[in-house]
């Protein structure tokens, strides 16, 4: 389970985002990376080798040489650091901090409402609790016109340049857009779709998979 301490691994099926964003960040940086399959139909997940690796039973897993890092943004914030100083890890600590506070923004704030908003979505709209699915919808409308105010001037989160925080917004947005966007113009989020659609590790690792 622990392989050689020459390259990289990385557990976990290619169709979560947790496991999109680590991926499409090794890509982005160039990282060469053997993946393994795990959870979802795969299972895995409670295999004692594994669970030594992550306690959580959770997908993704990455394993650096001696280091076995759980948490998909911790997992993206070391590569980063590590291997995008100055790129996707912005250099000065005020940018940085600017892109980074859209990592807990979307695991805090946004996933919730947006799974929730997305079961109901995919229910048939005569089996929908229309109660719940009207609240759902206007909170997560609520918060990706959020993102919306912020890509400006976009295409990106910090303006030009790719960073951390859109690694995160890059899934839920690709996701948002692709759902149709509740029936809705989001012209700096397309943009932004736009442009990281541009970017062949976006597309291998986030637009092909979720
Ligand atoms: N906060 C964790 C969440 C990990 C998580 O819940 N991953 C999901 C997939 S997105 C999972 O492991 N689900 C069980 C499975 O896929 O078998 C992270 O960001 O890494």
Known sequence: MRGDSSGMRVWGRRNSSNVAKVLWTLDELGLAHERI??????????????????PN?????????????????????????????????????GPRALSDRWMDWVSINLVPPFLAYR???????????????AREEATVLHLFAIVEAALQPGP???GERLTIGDI?????VHRFLKG????????????????????SAFRAHVAAAL
């Not at 299972?43 to 992550?54: S, T």
């Not at 109901?120 to 109660?131: F, G, I, K, S, W």
């Not at 995160?168 to 839920?172: E, H, T």
């Open 180 to 199: 149709g966007g509740a029936g809705r113009d989001w012209p700096r989020l397309a943009a932004c779709h736009a442009a990281l659609r541009e970017r």
């Open 119 to 133: 079961r109901l979505l995919d229910q048939p709209e005569a089996a929908r609790d229309a109660a719940a699915f």
């Open 57 to 93: 039973g959770r997908i993704p897993t990455l394993q650096d040489g001696d280091l076995v890092l759980w948490e998909s943004n911790a997992i993206v914030r070391y590569l980063a650091a590590r291997h995008g100083a100055g790129g996707l890890w912005p250099a000065e600590p």
């Open 168 to 172: 995160v917004l890059g899934p839920p």
């Open 37 to 54: 399959d795990l959870g979802g139909p795969f299972g895995g997940n409670d295999d004692p080798a594994y669970r030594a690796l992550n």
């Open 156 to 158: 990106f989160i910090l």
